[in-house]
């Protein structure tokens, strides 16, 4: 228990200095101070009733706990880069370059080669006076497809140094950050100085895998060739882009990525092997972890492989010893050793994903194997039972606990619930140690005497040839996988607080229990009431609420009727911001839209819209697309036979009638947009389109500006007692008139009086 807590302390050190801003002089003092407090434990326990109540608790001193935190804190610091003239990042922005790197990673893809390099020379070549200087630090670049790099090439850069991009979807800057790479480059001119100028034994790694990934190409046809690259040797790129979106909708994507499901195999593998090799233990204890760091070097040293060698290799050393390896010890260790060494693991993906997936089996892997295993106990013969038990445990139960563990971390991260993961796993998981042995097996008879590989190939071809066949008829089931909202990250924290609680509770370690019986309880009370008011806010008011969403490309509004009826009208060009906006708006248990009307034609505001079909399922589509002219249009006409929808055209005179008060008119079609007006009780929301220009009807309410409108007089002095999302300049708002340019907008009426509210 104390290498737990030591390292649970040394990991919130390191999350606590990410969200603190304190200086590195700081942390250092507050290290030094709790170590002294941890070396005058003795003395001071009987000064400080805290320490003295603490060590009743714990047979850690406070002051170890505390100096380890700090000593985390102290360690993020020192790893946040601080980049001076002999620093790479320096010169990013600062004109072109002339750059002399070793080739260390190569990864060749269908439209480009990303190249990871070193570097070691530059010149600016902006500057006339300037000479080769000396440089540290790594760099991603980006050349065109077809060019044959390996590691260990000496390459010659010239282009723009720069930081690496970002948007609101992604951040290659943070992600190529936490791999230590501050620099960038697109498409630089690249030529080749020098061949094997890397280290020699991570070299032959490379042209080792390299040659295993050809002779694979060789061995069997597509798409079971790239599952198999990705499953042996972490080599994705050749899967084909509507295999990877069938594996990520059906929740199996950890499949054909490495991680402690092949190296468990292997373990067992190469344990069994260097067992029968050698007779002392030592010796086949050794060979065995040399195997292990060996496969986790040649498919890349993942985040995720790295944790799961540390940790299979620590459970060959505790099987050696004759100890049991206690999981939730070495977790936290491994965690916190790989973070001592890259204190920006914490926020890389996979490193979040392979640790709550190891979570879920530590804690539930062996309570659920026992709990089935006595309940076919009571009906049929205990070694039956056992029997029995065991495949449903591996194929079932031990996936349902890492996906439970696991699911906010998908669903923060990438807003997507796949409901068909609880069949597919069962179905997938059983062949897959044939997959990995038998396609190992018949890729190194391969190396050695091709005709052979392709015999043993035949026998790894099945297996791998059901899975891709399994998957894909899976990822076809209507509904399959849902696109979620955002999802923030107090529920995540809340969602593992309450799985942790609830897991203590039922700890058989009564006084455990009885500490934190109090503490679950107003916990679950607290949920029980988030949940009953969450419910009650949800509920429809009676009064029509209009909010004009904050979406790129937009505006869109989403529209709910005093009934509860939702309309959304608009699109955006970006379908996670838009997803997650009406997610916010929409009641928790009612996330689908009753209609969606199309008023543009441009591209731009459709291209989110397959992404809202798909998520929000609505009922009933409207626009003028006679015949899908754009690719955006035409991804909109596929998602909605994808859904089985169907669609009903918007003609000028038309009448809707959204709920029972609720009216809109179709005032005019034009030839991009389409002009629309709704009408509750006094209240009237114009959506003017491309030919309204500045006529408006009087006594509008509010008047929505779904595109640019230019009014031939240059300015607009409508009626109206709100514009919101001006477009145009010249747009002069009278007294009482309200100007929104940026954020959302609510409106709210009962059909008589207005309010409106706003924000960013």
Known sequence: MPLLWLSLAFLLGVVLADALVFSLWLWLGLTIVFVLLAVFDHRLRNRLTLLALWRRCSPLPLGVILATLAFGGLRYQMALPVFTPA????????????????????????????????????????????????????????LPAGSEWRYGDLVELTGRLEIPPENEDFSYREYLARREVYSYMGFPRARLLAHDRGNPLLAAIDTFRQQAYHVAKQLFAQPEAGLLAGILLGIEN????????????????????????NISILAGLVALVAGRLFPNRWVALGAAVAGITFYTLLVGAQASVVRAAIMGSMGLLGRLL????????????????????NPQLPWDVSFQLSFTATLGLVLYAEPLQDGLNRLLAQRIDSNLARRISLPISEYFLFTLAAQVTTLPVILYHFHRLSLTALVANPLILPPQPLVMILGGVAVLAGIVFLPLGKLLGLLAWAPAAYTVRTVEWLARIPRGAHTLGEFSLGWVILFYAVMLGVTLWHRPIWAVRRKLTPWALMGGVGLLAAGVWSLALSAPDG????????????????????????????????????????????????????????????ASSMKALPGVIERFSPQMVLWTEEKAGSAAARNVVRAL???????????????????????????????????????????????????????????????????????????????????????VSEIEAPNGVM?????????????????????E
Request: aromatic share 4%; charged share 15%.
């Open 739 to 759: 100007c929104s340019p940026a954020g959302w907008v609510e409106v709210i009426t009962d059909g008589h009086q207005m309010w409106v509210s706003r924000g």
């Open 87 to 142: 620093d790479l990042a320096w010169f990013n922005e600062k004109g072109f370059v002339r750059l002399g790197g070793l080739v260390e990673a190569a990864d060749t893809r269908e439209t480009v080669t990303l190249l990871r390099v070193r570097a070691q020379t530059l010149t600016l070549l902006d500057d006339p006076a300037a000479q080769i200087q000396p440089v540290k630090g790594n760099l991603q670049v980006m």
């Open 322 to 341: 004759g100890r049991r390896q206690a999981g939730a010890n070495s977790l936290a260790f491994t965690a916190a050793l790989m973070t001592l060494f």
């Open 641 to 727: 036979e994808k859904q089985n929808h169907t669609t009903q055209m918007l003609q000028s005179g038309q009448r809707l009638q959204l709920d029972e008060k609720v009216t809109l008119h179709v005032l005019g079609v034009s030839s991009k947009t389409v002009g629309l007006l709704l009408e509750y009780g006094a209240f009237t929301a114009l959506f003017p389109g491309e030919s309204q220009g500045a006529e408006l009807p009087q006594g509008t309410s509010v008047l929505v500006l779904m595109q640019k409108v230019v009014p031939s007089d240059g300015h607009i002095m409508p009626s109206a007692q709100a514009i919101i999302n001006c477009t």
């Open 543 to 602: 009064r029509l609420h209009l909010t004009v969403l904050n979406v790129p490309d937009g505006p869109a509004v989403l529209v709910e009727s005093p009934s509860g009826r939702t309309v959304l009208i608009g699109g955006s060009s970006s379908a996670n911001a838009l997803g997650s906006a009406l997610a916010r708006r929409l009641p928790l248990l009612g996330q689908n839209l009753d209609a969606l009307i199309i008023p543009s034609k441009a």
């Open 238 to 261: 050749d899967i084909p882009r509507e295999l990877q979106d069938a594996f990520r909708d059906t929740g199996t994507s950890h499949i054909i990525a490495i991680s402690g499901f």
